[in-house]
């Protein structure tokens, strides 16, 4: 599947390139509207990842255009312009998605995820990643088909790891994936252990192998065991 | 008081000053005129008796005549040296009562014989007279008061008219709206000069506040676009399994403080859209539920330190901006639990314009005078930014309510709004 990012900050189109670039996705880039305008023009994409201050013009009229040409290309704004108005904005013009810089990557990748999934939604409400099968719908999770009792918070965490699987994801972005805002008060990352502890425990038990680990303390990664 | 209510008491107590002044004058003049005219009858009067005196070498017969009363009296000797005038009440037999008279006296000699003559003339009607005149002057003043009263009440309304309207447009304008600002225009110079003048301003305002809004955002594109390629590079960097202990703290020391600096450079924005009015909407919200739902979110965070939470929640709506209450009662139930002490307390009340939130944490009280200033913090912890309060402030002050500290025995913080 083919990304295109459109962001003029070259330093950070090449970060978000770098780590969506697997062996699903193949990104591409463009710097500036023209550039943009003619990739579109010529290429579909499963995702275009779009800023709105772009060189030459607004991120919004790349939108629009998409939508006169009446193209299945799914859109993702981010951008540095953190109101309501520009949010609701871009997403009455047509954006599947809206998140405001300075975001994580990680977070970036589960958004992109999710929204391909939306697209490409084929009948089927299901994630599979080795014996873990996630029902999108109920929100439920089976292993060798039996239902996990999983929280709430770690179900979206086993989620968003598989949405990031084979990357490190920093507690930092976990915690704002989790709680959002309100995790300024916690001012600590306990939290995030405490319940990444309990849904591993809650995997074993079920019989299915522990895919999460610790990274230096520093984040968790959700791979196969070597 | 109103300028033509102050304008008027002015001019109804120089006027009824002036008509007063001039009616005594009037008064007096008449009746020196009249009494003048009545005195140089009187001296006529006299002429005809001397002369009469002198021809026929006696007195005149009294012929009575309506108004005027002649009286000869024997005398011995001449008691007056000259004729004497005089202003006196005097009976009149055919009147049969007292009545005001002007009188001429003198003495005359007529053959050898001394009479003390008396020539009054009746007053009265001349009185009358004055007396008309008073009333018909006092009549006309009111009348001109009342008319005046009326005439400027009605016209003053109909010339002071722009100037409310022009009150009226400025009360509806709001800055930032874009809204055009269409002064009527009046014929009147001075109405004109400051319609001009205050559309000049405001249009000047308009501009400057749309300036400090591109400048918001700008600042806010500045800033979080670096922020975020730091970010990002750190995400990249932690891919690489192969860092060594140190380095690994050394990431996650810049991850703590790239997610600090986030927050500053977020909450020094939101101060600026507020004190923008950029949140100026507003919906009535019903505290109770933002508050149980805040409750059920952070539910996590206080029961990690055993903080005890009691509430008493009653319906209590408030009109103000959905974000700004998230952010308002965000920051207030964020402070009392991160502000906490193991083991602590909260405690929740609201009622219909009432919200009081009391925790337990350290043992002295914060300082008042500074408390919602910017950067304001109580301890040295380098993790709190000092902005929370100052955001707290600025919701309330634009949302209008009334927001109190203080500190009760031991380790008690409470904070009050009322609106």
Redesign the interface.
């Known amino acids: 599947m083919k990304l295109l990012i459109i962001e003029d900050?070259k330093?950070?189109s090449n970060?978000?390139s770098?780590?969506l670039n697997t062996e699903n996705f193949k990104c591409g880039t463009a710097y500036d509207f023209n550039t943009a305008m003619e990739k579109i023009a010529l290429y579909d994409y499963a995702c275009i990842i779009l800023d709105i201050?772009l060189p030459g013009g607004s991120g919004l009229d790349i939108l629009k255009e998409l939508k006169k040409n009446n193209k299945a290309d799914a859109v993702l704004i981010i951008s540095?312009?953190?109101?309501?108005d520009d949010k609701v904005h871009g997403l009455k013009a047509g954006a599947d998605d809206y998140l405001?810089?300075?975001?994580?990557?990680?977070e970036l990748g589960a958004r992109v995820a999710a929204i391909i999934r939306r697209k490409s939604f084929d009948g089927k409400n299901t994630i599979v990643f080795e014996d873990l099968t996630l029902d999108l719908f109920d929100k439920t999770v089976k292993v060798h088909n039996k239902v996990i009792d999983l929280t709430r918070k770690e179900y979206d965490l086993l989620l968003y790891f598989i949405s990031n699987k084979n990357?490190?994801i920093?507690k930092?972005?976990i915690a704002e994936h989790l709680w959002g805002?309100?995790m300024?008060?916690?001012?600590n990352y306990?939290?995030i252990y405490t319940h990444i502890k309990n849904l591993r425990k809650k995997l074993v038990q079920a019989g299915s192998p522990d895919y999460i680990r610790s990274?230096?303390?520093?984040?968790y990664k959700l791979s196969l065991p070597h | 008081m109103k300028l033509f209510t102050k304008y008027n008491r002015i001019n109804v107590f120089a006027t009824v000053g002036i008509f007063l002044l001039a009616s005594v004058a009037f008064y007096f003049l008449l009746r020196y005129i009249i009494i003048d005219q009545v005195d140089q009858d009187l001296r006529i009067e006299e002429n005809e008796i001397e002369t009469s005196v002198k021809t026929f070498h006696k007195l005149p017969a009294i012929i009575p005549v309506h108004d005027q009363y002649t009286t000869f009296t024997e005398i011995s000797l001449p008691s007056l040296r000259k004729k004497e005038f005089a202003t006196l009440k005097k009976y009149v037999e055919h009147e049969h009562e007292d009545i005001l008279v002007r009188q001429i006296a003198f003495d005359i000699n007529v053959e050898s014989q001394w009479y003390h003559v008396t020539v009054s003339k009746s007053l009265e009607g001349t009185e009358d007279l004055i007396q008309s005149i008073i009333v018909i002057t006092i009549c006309t003043i009111l009348l001109i008061l009342v008319v005046t009263l009326l005439i400027n009440r009605i016209v003053l309304k109909r010339l002071w008219q722009p100037f409310y309207d022009t009150l009226k447009r400025i009360g509806d304008f709001k800055l930032g709206s874009k809204q055009q600002l269409d002064f009527s225009t009046t014929n009147i110079e001075e109405f004109d000069l400051m319609n001009g003048t205050l559309r000049q301003s405001i249009g000047k305002a308009e501009q400057d506040y749309l300036l400090l809004r591109e400048f918001t955002e700008n600042a806010s594109h500045e800033l979080q676009t670096p922020l975020a390629i730091i970010r990002s590079k750190l995400d990249l960097l932690i891919q690489d399994e192969n860092l060594s202990q140190q380095q690994s703290d050394a990431v996650q020391g810049a991850y703590d403080a790239i997610q600090r600096l986030t927050r500053i450079n977020q909450s020094l924005l939101l101060l600026a859209k507020i004190e923008n009015r950029q949140f100026a909407e507003t919906v009535s919200i019903d505290l109770k539920e933002i508050i149980e739902q805040k409750l059920k979110q952070l539910h996590e965070l206080w029961q990690s330190r055993q903080i005890t939470v009691s509430d008493n929640l009653q319906k209590a709506n408030i009109f103000i901006n959905p974000m700004l209450a998230d952010i308002l009662f965000n920051n207030l139930l964020g402070n009392a639990i991160k502000h906490n002490i193991e083991n602590g307390s909260i405690d929740i009340k609201t009622s219909q314009g009432y919200f009081e939130i009391k925790n337990t944490g350290q043992s002295q009280s914060l300082d008042p005078a500074r408390l919602f200033s910017r950067f304001y913090k109580s301890n040295t912890s380098a993790e709190n930014h000092g902005l929370g309060l100052s955001i707290i402030k600025q919701i309330w002050e634009v949302s209008g309510c009334v927001i109190e500290y203080s500190f009760e025995a031991e380790n008690m913080h409470s904070f009050i709004i009322r609106w």
């Open positions: 900050e330093a950070l970060s978000i770098e780590y201050t540095a312009k953190n109101s309501l405001t810089k300075p975001f994580h990557l990680p990357r490190v920093s930092g972005a805002d309100d300024d008060i916690a001012d306990d939290f990274v230096y303390g520093m984040g």
